[in-house]
């Protein structure tokens, strides 16, 4: 069931996962466009995500950015500039280098792996900030299996700093190793299922990473251009028009229904990208996914020698990476 409308103020709007906007050129929705889209969320009972660029919006804004409940995500250092209050606790402030302090309450990292390991201390000293961080890795397909052994080694690390926090009474969240601890079942982006994203042309698309690819004329399968990159989902004139929409359902993707790598994003954008699939996800993604998980299983059991914690929750031990590895019917 959809309950979010991304809404990309500006082509320029920052991005905040796993995809890169290449747009440099403004190109900001217009108002009545704008007015649309909160209508269109209203009606639908939609809670409303602003994605900010890093530039101020005309005054007119405002009025009708503040018309409704809605989270902000925005680049760091540019409070989103609007003549509105400062943040509140929902908003998101999205960084590409490690930052000495975090102000929002939620902070998106994004880094390359290189970028990660390189920082991983200065990361380190973010876990005590109290400020969710949530670490986004933006070149997952250059992951290889020499890499494995290093990633186990630095979750391993951050897990030594996390559990000092958890002794000190604190309780830290990074969504690489903290996430799996807390989940019973699987908490993934669900683009194009629980949210979908408004572009400044009055189009929907499954996330802003397609809205991209169709700016940038890639088709999104191994990134070959086409005539048409269409990759729109609808508009506000017509509505949502996803073409097999139970594709996008966790019920019709066969490894990670039966996965229980519950922190994983299961980004449907890598998957087309790189299987050519939208519901089936790359050996890199799922190995990432699932060394995260070992490492949270990892810091959970040490985390109960100190004391009772999360009793309900049980990640078993496993002997493999991908899930692909152990499906005998494919
Ligand atoms: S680890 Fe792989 S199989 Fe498991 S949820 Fe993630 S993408 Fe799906």
Known sequence: MLQYLVILLDDTSVAYCHADNPLKKRNLMPLETLRKGILFGMKQNLMIQYVFPDYALPEEYASVIESIDKVKIYPVGCKPVTGI????????????????????KNLVLRLTFSEMLKQKDNIAKLFASGARINLCITD??????????????????????????YKQGLSPQF????????????HNCEAGVSNITLAPNGKFYLCPAFYYDEQMQVFNQLNHHQPSSDRSVGDLDNGLNIPNPQLLQLD????CRNCDTFQCRRCLWLNRRLTWDINTPSRQQCVMAHIERNASRALLSDIRKVGEFMPQIDIKEINYLDPFEVRKEF
């Open 175 to 186: 969504n690489l190793l903290t996430d799996r601890m807390m989940l019973d079942k699987m």
């Open 140 to 165: 997952v397909e250059q992951f290889s299996d020499e890499q494995i052994e290093t990633y186990k080694k630095v979750l391993e690390e951050w897990n030594a700093v996390l559990l000092d926090l």
């Open 85 to 104: 209050e400062d943040g509140n606790e929902a908003d998101v402030e999205v960084v590409n280098a490690v930052p000495e302090k975090v102000e929002a």
């Open 252 to 255: 019709h993707a066969p490894l």
